[in-house]
C-alpha cells in the first residue's frame, strides 16, 4: 500500500489533454513539493517534474504539474505515443522518509 | 554528465546479505549540495524509496527497513553502498541508486538522476 495514492491507469488518444492524481496528507504533499518520474517500459525512472511545476532541462513543455492542498496532479497535452509510460508522484514526508505513489500506467490509444 | 552504477550479486540466498554499490562518475560524491539515495522496485510493482546518506555520513532510512539496513559512503572511491541484512523473497527487486537534491529549507527533495538498476534475486 503507497502513501500517496494515484490511480492505477489512464488513457487517452493521440493530441489528447490528460491528467493523472496524485493525493497525499499533510505531512508529505500538504508541505513538502511533489515530484514526477516517468519509467518507459524496460527502463530506469526520469525526473519529469520537481518542485511542483518545474520541468528539468530538455523536458517538453507539453508536461505540467500543480499542486494544491494535499493533492497534486500531472497533465500531458497533446498526447503522444512516446508517452506511454508509468508515471509515478513522489514527496518528502515529515517522519523523515520519502514516498512514492503507486504509479499510474498511461496508454495511448 | 553525472552518471551512477550499481554493482553486485544478482542472486542472494534467503537470511543472507545482500550488498550493492553504486560508482558515482561525472561528479563528486562530496558536493554539500546533494545526498545519495536507494530506491527499490520489486517486479511490476512500485517504486520504494530505500534510504538515503550524506557526503558526510548523515543518513535517512526507511522505518521499515531500518532494522535490516546500514548504508555507506566511500568518498575516496566515489561510492556509496547498500546493505540489506536477512533477505527474504520479498526483497526480490530492481535496485536503483540515485542522486538526491535535498533541503529542509525551503524544501527541496528530488532524485535525479538514475542508475540504471540492477535486479537482485531472493532464492535458494
Known amino acids: 500500500q503507497s502513501v500517496l495514492t494515484q490511480p492505477p491507469s489512464a488513457s487517452g488518444t493521440p493530441g489528447q489533454r490528460v491528467t493523472i492524481s496524485c493525493s497525499g496528507s499533510?505531512?508529505?504533499?500538504?508541505?513538502?513539493?511533489v515530484n514526477w518520474y516517468q519509467q518507459l517500459p524496460g527502463t530506469a525512472p526520469k525526473l519529469l517534474i520537481y518542485?511542483?511545476?518545474q520541468r528539468p532541462s530538455g523536458v517538453p513543455d507539453r508536461f505540467s504539474g500543480s499542486k494544491s492542498g494535499t493533492s497534486a496532479s500531472l497533465a500531458i497535452s497533446g498526447l503522444q505515443s512516446e508517452d506511454e509510460a508509468d508515471y509515478y508522484c513522489?514527496?518528502?514526508?515529515?517522519?523523515?522518509?520519502?514516498?512514492f505513489g503507486g504509479g499510474t500506467k498511461l496508454t495511448v490509444l | 554528465q553525472l552518471q551512477l552504477q550499481e554493482s553486485g550479486p544478482g542472486l542472494v540466498k534467503p537470511s543472507e546479505t545482500l550488498s550493492l554499490t553504486c560508482t558515482v562518475s561525472?561528479?563528486?560524491?562530496?558536493?554539500?549540495?546533494?545526498?545519495w539515495g536507494w530506491i527499490r522496485q520489486p517486479p511490476g510493482k512500485g517504486l520504494e524509496w530505500i534510504g538515503s546518506?550524506?557526503?558526510?555520513?548523515?543518513?535517512y532510512f526507511n522505518p521499515s527497513l531500518k532494522s535490516r539496513l546500514t548504508i555507506s559512503v566511500d568518498t575516496s572511491k566515489n561510492q556509496f553502498s547498500l546493505n540489506l541484512s536477512s533477505v527474504t523473497a520479498a526483497d526480490t527487486a530492481v535496485y536503483y541508486c540515485?542522486?538526491?537534491?535535498?533541503?529542509?529549507?525551503?524544501?527541496?527533495?528530488?532524485?535525479?538522476?538514475w542508475g540504471q538498476g540492477t535486479l537482485v534475486t531472493v532464492s535458494s
Open positions: 540515485v542522486r538526491q537534491r535535498f533541503d529542509w529549507y525551503p524544501p527541496l527533495n528530488w532524485f535525479d538522476p
Open positions: 561525472g561528479g563528486s560524491i562530496s558536493s554539500t549540495t546533494y545526498y
Open positions: 546518506i550524506y557526503y558526510s555520513g548523515g543518513t
Open positions: 499533510s505531512s508529505n504533499i500538504g508541505s513538502n513539493p
Open positions: 518542485s511542483n511545476n
Open positions: 513522489a514527496a518528502w514526508d515529515d517522519s523523515r522518509m520519502g514516498v
